[in-house]
């Protein structure tokens, strides 16, 4: 089962503005140590899939500084490995909006792939999958497209577009809905497919002659009855980072032991570019409490139900509570945080008191001082 793999860096950028101003949401620090781009190239190279397209569009120099060469998930080959593809474009075109325009710049690498089964995946997934379980599937059903779902309820006060699936008896798609309209248990789409390449890229070549300018409208919604697709149900630990809050709390989720041995389970390692640097030092006086804590971190005031990522300084007196540091922020002494998302970089002064709200965390941007 010949399969490559297509990763969105850029499609939902737009949805957590505050961390992709300067990033695309491929490279958003995640879970003390990992970016959001390591969990997709993780599932990626656990499925044996070795060869990966990465399609960016803008702000990617961090994601490229952080992939390199793909080594730290072994996908540094002479054949395959991962690949940057950044937007073609001239004075005639755009860079692309929609995901079925960012497979239109991705053709050329597609047809340079003799794989035969395409894996696509955005990165605001936060999930431990098999994708082999899932092409298996796909191929048992004779399917051209496999998309993977969860059942999720949603309730009213959730005001996002969601694309929902209405399955038969034998799994197959009749009917794809987007809607606002919830309260009630769903079949919701995870942002993950598998494909046919040459079905792909038939739909791609011919888009124009068919008056497809969307994947979702044309060829999930209007397509139902042309194609055969079908849904796949995971079952596992899924997080959806489709805004500041989910991202507060999808982080918080993983200060309980069940979700963090559910996502990092035995078997489906997740794999980053790992950085040398020396174990977290407590000073005296110095505490920490149902926390994460990356190395580097130098904790000398207390520290409860957080998350610091690599190199964060909490000085002595301070206290930081149900907040997320990211790399070398600075603690003054005597500051409470409380609900706070800081940024790399950033230095809060001594004294201060900062609180937010688990819906609406307080958020400090990069390389600022407060």
Not at 146 to 153: A, L
Not at 207 to 215: I, K, N, P, Q, R
């Amino acid at each position: 089962m010949k399969t490559v793999g297509i990763i969105f860096s850029n499609i939902h950028d737009k949805e957590i503005k505050e961390l992709t101003s300067n990033r695309t949401l491929a490279s958003v620090p995640y879970a003390c140590r990992y970016r959001l781009v390591d969990f997709a190239l993780s599932n990626m190279t656990n499925s044996e899939i070795t060869k990966v397209g990465i399609i960016t569009k803008s702000n990617y120099q961090s994601l490229m500084d952080h992939v390199g060469s793909g080594k730290s998930w072994d996908l540094s080959r002479k054949n395959g490995g991962v690949m940057i593809l950044p937007p073609f474009g001239n004075r005639e075109s755009k860079v692309y909006n929609s995901r079925f325009e960012a497979l239109s710049n991705a053709i050329g690498f597609l047809k340079t792939c003799n794989e035969d089964y395409v894996v696509m995946t955005d990165c605001d997934n936060v999930c431990n999958i098999d994708y082999q379980k899932v092409i298996e599937y796909h191929i048992e059903k004779h399917a051209d497209i496999t998309v993977v779902y969860r059942k999720k309820y949603l309730p009213n006060d959730d005001n996002k577009v969601r694309t929902q699936f209405i399955l038969d008896d034998d799994g197959r798609v009749i009917k794809t809905v987007i809607s606002k309209k919830h309260d009630v248990e769903v079949n919701k789409f995870s942002n993950i497919f598998v494909i046919n390449r040459l079905f792909l890229l038939n739909i791609l070549e011919n888009a124009e002659d068919l008056e497809y300018t969307s994947f979702s409208r044309d060829v999930m919604i209007k397509g139902v009855d042309m194609y055969r697709i079908y849904g796949y149900e995971f079952t596992g630990y899924y997080a959806s980072i489709d805004s500041l809050a989910n991202y507060y709390k999808h982080n918080m989720e993983l200060l309980v032991k069940e979700n963090r041995d559910a996502l990092f389970r035995e078997g489906g390692a997740i794999f980053t570019n790992v950085r040398d640097s020396a174990p977290c030092r407590f000073e005296e006086g110095g505490s920490a409490k149902n926390s994460l804590i990356a190395d580097g971190c130098v904790i000398e005031g207390e520290v409860i139900n957080s998350i610091l990522f690599r190199g964060v300084h909490v000085a002595k007196g301070a206290v930081v509570k149900d907040s997320i540091l990211m790399q070398n922020t600075e603690v003054g002494e005597g500051t409470q945080l409380n609900c706070v998302i800081a940024d790399k970089q950033v230095h809060v002064l001594k004294g201060r008191l900062l609180s937010g709200h688990p819906t609406h965390p307080y958020f400090i941007t990069k390389d600022s001082i407060v």
